[in-house]
């Protein structure tokens, strides 16, 4: 596990140690033979395996405000696939482990461990939980290719299957039944919110402007139906579009950064062409109904509120700077100067360069440098330091394509930024 830098992490860390360390006395020390340190990794192996997967699933609950404690949810997804990955590993190590241990005895005898009759039905059903996890797991291998997206949603009920699976084996086979129903509530509970509570808890809101900013962008203008959500600069919803007439991406949920000041009565959110549904939406009809779920992420609450701040965006990672901005505008405290510079491969792709040159003029401590990769190349740091010369000294977040942020972080790096004052956020399966 990445090593703990929230509060959250603490706690996970605790919960994945905690099965183990409640069944040592039962486990024991390992004797001097292989066998015997075979047979005590297997099962504790299996303890480790069966509990990252059950946290997995805990963590996908997804409730605004839940991923905070964990750096945002970005990085509670990050978290959530290192768990999941883990998991399968610990799972093989399990089998292995309990079928190298009995080979001194017999080969025979290995095989039967592993694969004992039918009426053994607790390790059969540690089999099946293996077969569901492999199923799950199979599309995230390279050689599949990038699944896609939807699919990829709807395959996580087979994990709730593995786990439902994997408690059975753990509940007929180990001791603390209590604690495997507790974290089996809980993961499975997680799962049940997601998929069975959750979409009907989503905050309905009406489409009212669809605003072309360039070829393939639009500015999505919505209205709530209700109160509404309320959202700090940087973070992102889930919008699920209900238009009938749309020609993909009706009912389906997909994450866009807010693009609206926090006291803006309306939630504007820019999209650019980049697949089957952001496509769809660039002609989605007016006074139609979305859902929104959210708010989620805090890009811009890893600071220093002493700092002053640069903020690199281009392409359509440039909607959270745009929320920024118009929440200085709106007079929003900006808590120290702020820099923006506006990486985009033209004038033409700069989709909200005209608001940024009207909110520098409004503005005295916000600034406003437009880079255009056509004109100039990639960005360099005599760019940076001609426009902005104390870059090196201030708080930096990154929002774009991610040859864009690859090439930003080696920069920053190269001029001896401190990693933990670099802050850049993708969604990658959300």
């Not at 099965?19 to 299996?46: C, D, M, Q, T």
């Not at 940076?384 to 942020?405: K, N, Q, S, T």
Request: contains cysteine.
């Amino acid at each position: 596990m990445p090593l703990p830098r929230h509060r959250g992490d603490l706690l996970l860390v605790a919960l994945v140690m905690l099965p183990l360390a409640v069944a040592l006395p039962r486990l024991g020390l390992p004797g001097s033979v292989a066998e015997a340190w075979l047979n005590w990794l297997g099962r504790a192996s299996g303890i480790l395996g069966l509990t990252l997967m059950l946290l997995a699933a805990g963590v996908s609950l997804r409730v605004p405000g839940f991923d905070r404690p964990f750096g945002g949810l970005t990085r509670l997804w990050r978290l959530h696939h290192w768990l999941g990955f883990t998991a399968f590993i610990m799972v093989m190590v399990h089998v292995l482990a309990l079928g190298l241990a009995a080979v001194p005895v017999s080969l025979a005898v290995a095989v039967a461990t592993l694969f004992p009759p039918l009426s053994q039905g607790a390790i059969w059903f540690g089999w099946l939980a293996w077969v569901a996890l492999v199923v799950f797991l199979a599309p995230t291998f390279g050689f599949f290719g990038k699944p896609h997206y939807q699919r990829w949603k709807h395959l996580h009920l087979v994990s709730a299957m593995a786990l439902l699976l994997g408690l059975c084996h753990a509940l007929l086979l180990a001791g603390e039944a209590w604690l495997w129903w507790l974290l089996g509530i809980a993961g499975l509970g997680a799962i049940a919110w997601r998929k069975g509570v959750a979409p009907h808890r989503r905050h309905p809101y009406r489409i009212e402007d669809v605003v072309p900013l360039a070829r393939g962008v639009v500015e999505l203008v919505l209205r709530p139906e209700g109160d509404g959500i309320r959202h700090e600069v940087g973070q992102f919803v889930y919008l699920t579009p209900l238009d009938e007439r749309l020609a993909a991406g009706r009912g389906e949920e997909h994450p866009y950064t807010i693009a609206s000041a926090p006291s803006d009565t309306r939630l504007r959110i820019g999209i650019k062409d980049l697949g089957d549904a952001s496509h769809a939406l660039q002609t989605v009809t007016t006074e139609t109904r979305v859902l929104i779920e959210g708010p989620y992420g805090e890009f811009f609450g890893r600071r220093f509120p002493a700092r002053d701040m640069l903020w690199l965006g281009g392409g359509i990672g440039i909607t959270p700077f745009v929320g920024g901005a118009r929440g200085f505008a709106a007079g929003a405290d900006l808590k120290g100067h702020v820099h923006l510079f506006y990486l985009a491969n033209s004038p033409d792709r700069a989709y909200y360069h005209d608001d940024f040159c009207k909110i520098a003029e409004r503005v005295e401590e916000f600034a406003y440098t437009q880079h255009y990769y056509r004109d100039h190349g990639p960005l360099t740091e005599a760019f940076l330091r001609e426009h902005c010369p104390d870059f090196v000294a201030r708080e930096i977040y990154l929002c774009g394509p991610p040859g864009m942020i690859a090439h930003l972080q080696r920069l920053l790096a190269g001029q001896g930024v401190p990693a933990s004052r670099i802050h850049s956020e993708v969604f990658d399966f959300l």
